[in-house]
């Protein structure tokens, strides 16, 4: 049975930094892309940042472009996300996922609907 779990998350003010890991057990974490979704109340789940399979290309929207980092240890089964800077409008639900999709020539897998598992998610709290 696979299992994805996020941690990490928390409250933070304005212009603070978080960084959230997910593990995985039940799969093969390096035959998996790997991405980090978020959503708001009242609003879609979307992508924020994905990782292919070997950690050489990734992807980020651009609303966290040049703040948000994400990488994995493919020895450890560990994705993370490193987030800096961040900004009220970052509050969310944070969810970590798994796809079995090597992505594309333009980069990793980067749709909701590309993704096969899914943890629980992590909150992401940004005060004013």
């Not at 039940?26 to 924020?48: C, H, I």
């Not at 940042?49 to 240890?73: E, L, P, Q």
């Not at 493919?74 to 969310?92: G, H, R």
């Not at 079995?100 to 940004?126: H, K, L």
């Amino acid at each position: 049975q696979v299992q994805v779990v996020e941690s990490g998350g928390g409250l933070v003010q304005a212009g603070g930094s978080l960084r959230l890991s997910c593990t995985t057990s039940g799969l093969t974490f390096n035959d998996y892309s790997m991405g980090w979704f978020r959503q708001a109340p009242g609003k879609e789940r979307e992508g924020v940042s994905c990782i292919n399979r070997s950690g050489g290309s990734t992807y980020y929207a651009d609303s966290v472009k040049g703040r948000f980092t994400i990488s994995r240890d493919n020895a450890k089964n560990t994705l993370y996300l490193q987030m800096n800077s961040l900004k009220p409008e970052d509050t969310a639900m944070y969810y970590c996922a798994a796809s079995g999709s090597g992505g594309s020539w333009y980069g990793p897998p980067r749709r909701v609907y590309e993704y096969n598992y899914w943890g629980q998610g992590t909150q992401v709290t940004v005060s004013s």
